[in-house]
């Protein structure tokens, strides 16, 4: 059975650091990218960062370049997100993906998301 839970959200004055982990089960974790999605109350689901299947390779949406990191243990199963510098406008619930291309099929699967709220 596959799951992605995540963990770490919560609330965080601006400026503040918040570090989500996402523990993977259910598939081999190392031959899937994972992404960190996020999805603010009223808008629609945005990419945030993503890490390919070996840790080689990264990419982050413009709007959290230089604060925002993932990575990934591939021996622990589990890909991370550190927030540092965080801004009222990363409040969102924020979503573990993982994705593979294989065979002709698509391997696609979500967490159930944590909650960041940025405030003072």
């Known amino acids: 059975q596959v799951q992605l839970v995540e963990s770490g959200g919560g609330l965080v004055q601006p400026g503040g650091s918040l570090r989500l982990s996402c523990a993977a089960s259910?598939?081999?974790?190392?031959?899937?990218?994972m992404r960190w999605y996020r999805q603010a109350p009223g808008k629609e689901r945005e990419l945030v960062a993503a890490?390919?299947?070996?840790?080689?390779?990264?990419n982050y949406a413009d709007s959290v370049k230089g604060r925002f990191t993932i990575s990934r243990d591939n021996a622990k199963n589990t890909v991370y997100l550190q927030m540092n510098s965080l801004k009222p406008e990363d409040t969102a619930v924020y979503y573990c993906?993982?994705?593979?291309?294989?065979?002709?099929?698509?391997?696609?699967?979500w967490g159930q998301g944590t909650q960041v709220t940025v405030s003072s």
């Open positions: 259910g598939f081999t974790f190392s031959n899937y990218a």
């Open positions: 993906n993982a994705r593979r291309s294989w065979g002709g099929y698509e391997y696609d699967y």
């Open positions: 890490i390919t299947g070996t840790g080689g390779s990264t």
